[in-house]
């Protein structure tokens, strides 16, 4: 029987508690699923591709049937290039439908031969989301219970070193 290949494809910058609850809900799909994180040099995001790959590597572990991999240029020539017939992605509210649905539609028209699914979080992850999580790290807030207890960790680290850095810049003009 040939092996079902699914792709789950974003940002993750950083991976909350949605996301894994997706990717585990994704695990029951396909027997491999691969994390995919966009290489985007147009966003400027908090962690690096690497330090997203080595953050999410920590929490899911070495497990081959889900490899954490970085990639560039159109999704679906990556799922091509993975052998994923799938590409999973999470929906939480109706404000991400429009969205999910352009991409999901023009992936599609790319590629028909893959199949977008969408699947939902747990209802008490229906609102989180990195954009979010980051903001509230950011202004001091607490993210407990929102991402994994080791990203919270590294979140807490790298907003106290932006929070030095823009004071430090601050002082160099004054
Ligand atoms: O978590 P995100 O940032 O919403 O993920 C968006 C992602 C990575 C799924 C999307 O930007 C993407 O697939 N980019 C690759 C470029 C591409 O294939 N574009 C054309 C199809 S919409």
Same mark, same amino acid.
Do not use: C, H
């Given at each position: 029987m040939t092996e079902r290949i699914a792709l789950y494809p974003g940002s993750f910058d950083p991976l909350t508690n949605g996301h894994l609850d997706i990717l585990s809900r994704a695990r029951r799909l396909a027997d491999r699923v691969v994390v995919a994180i966009l290489e985007n040099d147009a966003k400027t995001p908090l962690f690096t591709v690497s330090e997203r790959i080595a953050m999410i590597h920590e929490i899911v572990g070495d497990d081959p049937a889900t490899p954490v991999r970085s990639f560039s240029g159109l999704l679906v020539d990556f799922a091509k290039e993975v052998g994923a017939t799938l590409i999973v992605r999470g929906l939480?509210?109706?404000?991400?439908?429009?969205?999910? +649905?352009?991409?999901? +539609?023009?992936?599609?028209? +790319?590629?028909?031969? !893959?199949?977008?699914?969408?699947?939902?979080?747990?209802?008490?992850?229906?609102?989180?989301?990195?954009?979010?999580? %980051?903001?509230?790290?950011?202004?001091?807030?607490?993210?407990?219970?929102?991402?994994?207890?080791? !990203?919270?960790?590294?979140?807490?680290?790298?907003?106290?070193?932006?929070? +030095?850095?823009? %004071?430090? %810049?601050? %002082?160099?003009?004054?």
């Open positions: 939480r509210a109706v404000s991400d439908y429009e969205y999910e +649905l352009q991409m999901a +539609l023009m992936n599609r028209r +790319l590629t028909p031969s !893959i199949e977008t699914v969408f699947l939902m979080a747990k209802e008490e992850y229906s609102y989180v989301s990195s954009r979010l999580v %980051k903001e509230v790290a950011r202004l001091g807030g607490d993210v407990t219970g929102l991402v994994p207890e080791a !990203i919270r960790l590294r979140l807490v680290e790298r907003v106290g070193k932006e929070l +030095l850095v823009e %004071k430090s %810049k601050v %002082k160099g003009r004054t």
